[in-house]
């Protein structure tokens, strides 16, 4: 059975499936796309007419939209379960996937991070957008800080898909010193990530930065 992922090596959502291959124990081939290209391959487009990444390729099944593409991966594949089958703690799962995806990744990453780390070797920050990316942040980690469970998991007691998804979100976000210390003012959130930073699943997806 042949997996190949089409991804930004640099992609939050890509890592995300990433990690949840490697915590199924799946492997895959890897095929590069800059969804930022000034041109986006016709190839590509086919698969994916939204341009976006990642994009799954299974045996020929093709399949866009990483929630779509991480539910796929757990349920189609042995190993492990990923998603908690208590009906609340799925719930649980899902709206902090929703939530990371909706006002999460927008702030967190595309402008704390990308702002801050990823294009300031070779572009000025802009502190406006990452004050408003930080304020706006405010309002996700609290908001996840008020139903996380508290322990080293996010929703229920074990790995979920919610670890995973926004876990590669706070990854990027933390390696700003700004992302660092605000998540620091959440102490559940705190806790969980001290935990989770450490996987192994986290450590063998990280991509580094360009250049390094
Ligand atoms: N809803 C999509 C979002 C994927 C997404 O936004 N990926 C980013 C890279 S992390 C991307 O392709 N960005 C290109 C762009 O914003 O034009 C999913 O869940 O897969």
Known sequence: MAVTLH???YSVYLR??????LEKGVAWSHIEIDP????????????????????????????????AISRY?????????????????RARMNQIIAI???YGYW???????SQRVFNARHRTPDEAVIAEGLARSHRV????????????????DRLTLADLHFGAMVAYFTASTEGATTLGGYPKLSAWWRAFKNRKS????DPGLPGD
């Open 107 to 113: 702030p967190m990453v595309r402008q704390v991070f």
């Open 36 to 67: 930022f290209a000034d041109e986006i391959p016709p190839d590509y487009l086919a698969l994916n007419p939204f341009g976006r990444v990642p994009t799954l390729d299974h045996d020929g099944f093709v399949l866009y939209e990483t929630t």
């Open 141 to 156: 980690l609290a908001a996840l800080e008020s139903i996380a469970e508290g322990g080293d998991f996010l929703a229920g």
């Open 100 to 102: 990371a995806d909706s």
């Open 16 to 21: 995300i499936v990433r990690m949840t291959m």
């Open 7 to 9: 991804g930004y090596s």
């Open 73 to 89: 991966i757990d349920e189609a594949f042995p190993g492990p379960s990923l998603q908690p089958e208590e009906p609340r703690e």
């Open 202 to 205: 986290l450590a063998e997806t």
